[in-house]
């Protein structure tokens, strides 16, 4: 199993559908700014849950 280093949102595949904001575990690790979902950094604990849970398939990893 690979090791996730960073989490992010592709804006442009971003519809606002809440899920990956459901399963996140991490209060404000998922934030909205001008209608569309971002990573912060900073709180994310790349855990990776997120990124199933997405419909559209924009949340993506970079794996070591």
């Known amino acids: 199993m690979?090791?996730?280093v960073?989490?992010?949102v592709n804006p442009d595949k971003c519809r606002m559908t809440g899920g990956?904001?459901?399963v996140c575990p991490v209060?404000?690790?998922i934030i909205v700014k001008g209608g569309k979902?971002?990573?912060v950094q900073e709180k994310c604990?790349?855990?990776g849950i997120c990124i199933?849970?997405?419909p559209n398939q924009?949340?993506?990893a970079v794996e070591k």
């Open 52 to 54: 199933p849970a997405c």
């Open 45 to 47: 604990d790349l855990d």
């Open 27 to 29: 209060e404000g690790a």
């Open 37 to 39: 979902a971002f990573i």
């Open 58 to 60: 924009a949340i993506s």
């Open 2 to 4: 690979k090791e996730i």
């Open 20 to 22: 990956c904001m459901e």
């Open 6 to 8: 960073k989490v992010f």
